[in-house]
């Protein structure tokens, strides 16, 4: 009896903080840490491309970092169920959109993980806000490289040259593009340009941010 309780107990999802059980990647404890350390900060860059930010998480956050890694590197797209309510900033929740749209990953790595994370990332919130997600609004060329060494203003010419939006894109009015983290922004001030062309307005949702400009 006390085997199959043990059983049960590690097979069960545990909390990214302190890795205790949890229906959540952060139990009630740990999320209210997570939160302390970004109480949802958004600071002024590229503010100009888009209407409004909402960002959860902290990306300086070593717990962050590891769910996110674990996500992206370990193929478990399952642990993006573990998104909840509670997870999200509050100013989010009163927002309806027409569509929520993902920024497109290099298809390189989305067919070596099986899944892209945020497009996974859109459906999950599309779920939650009971709006509609758009898949496919952007088509984006492989690239083989990393962007990671590249500076704020070559990201910005270079994401030109790799991403553009999916003829066709019907989706109008106001639209929430996804994103799972931003470090320079250079990413999705170039989709936000992009839907502003069918767009009145264009929110962002980031899971976490690199907060750079504190």
Same mark, same amino acid.
């Given at each position: 009896?006390?085997?199959?309780?043990?059983?049960?107990?590690?097979?069960?999802?545990?909390?990214?903080g302190?890795?205790?059980?949890?229906?959540?990647?952060?139990?009630?404890?740990?999320?209210?840490?997570?939160?302390?350390?970004?109480?949802?900060?958004?600071?002024?860059?590229?503010?100009?491309?888009?209407?409004?930010?909402?960002?959860?998480?902290?990306?300086?956050? +070593?717990?962050?970092q590891?769910?996110?890694?674990?996500?992206?590197?370990?193929?478990?797209?399952?642990r993006?169920?573990?998104?909840?309510?509670?997870?999200?900033?509050?100013n989010?929740?009163?927002?309806?959109?027409?569509?929520?749209?993902?920024?497109?990953?290099?298809?390189?790595?989305?067919?070596?993980?099986?899944?892209?994370?945020?497009?996974?990332?859109?459906?999950?919130?599309?779920?939650?806000?009971?709006?509609?997600?758009?898949?496919?609004?952007?088509?984006?060329?492989?690239?083989?490289?990393?962007? +990671?060494?590249?500076?704020?203003?070559?990201?910005?010419?270079?994401?030109?040259?790799?991403?553009?939006l999916?003829?066709?894109?019907?989706?109008?009015?106001?639209?929430?593009?996804?994103?799972?983290?931003?470090?320079?922004?250079?990413?999705?001030?170039?989709?936000?340009?992009?839907?502003?062309?069918?767009?009145?307005?264009?929110?962002?949702?980031?899971?976490?941010? +690199?907060?750079?400009?504190?």
């Amino acid at each position: 009896m006390n085997l199959a309780k043990n059983l049960i107990q590690e097979l069960m999802p545990r909390c990214e903080g302190c890795g205790k059980p949890s229906p959540s990647f952060l139990c009630t404890s740990c999320l209210s840490i997570e939160r302390s350390k970004s109480s949802f900060y958004f600071g002024p860059v590229l503010r100009n491309s888009w209407d409004q930010a909402h960002i959860s998480f902290d990306y300086d956050s +070593k717990v962050i970092q590891n769910w996110l890694w674990r996500i992206k590197e370990k193929s478990q797209a399952e642990r993006l169920q573990d998104l909840k309510f509670e997870h999200l900033p509050p100013n989010m929740l009163e927002c309806s959109y027409d569509a929520i749209v993902a920024f497109p990953g290099d298809p390189t790595r989305s067919s070596r993980r099986l899944f892209d994370v945020a497009d996974y990332l859109g459906r999950r919130l599309a779920k939650l806000l009971g709006q509609n997600f758009f898949s496919g609004a952007f088509v984006r060329r492989a690239f083989l490289g990393t962007l +990671k060494d590249f500076g704020v203003n070559e990201r910005r010419a270079f994401i030109t040259k790799l991403v553009s939006l999916r003829s066709g894109f019907l989706p109008s009015g106001r639209l929430l593009l996804v994103d799972d983290v931003m470090t320079s922004g250079a990413s999705l001030e170039w989709g936000a340009q992009l839907l502003k062309t069918r767009a009145n307005r264009v929110d962002v949702y980031v899971l976490a941010r +690199k907060f750079i400009s504190k």
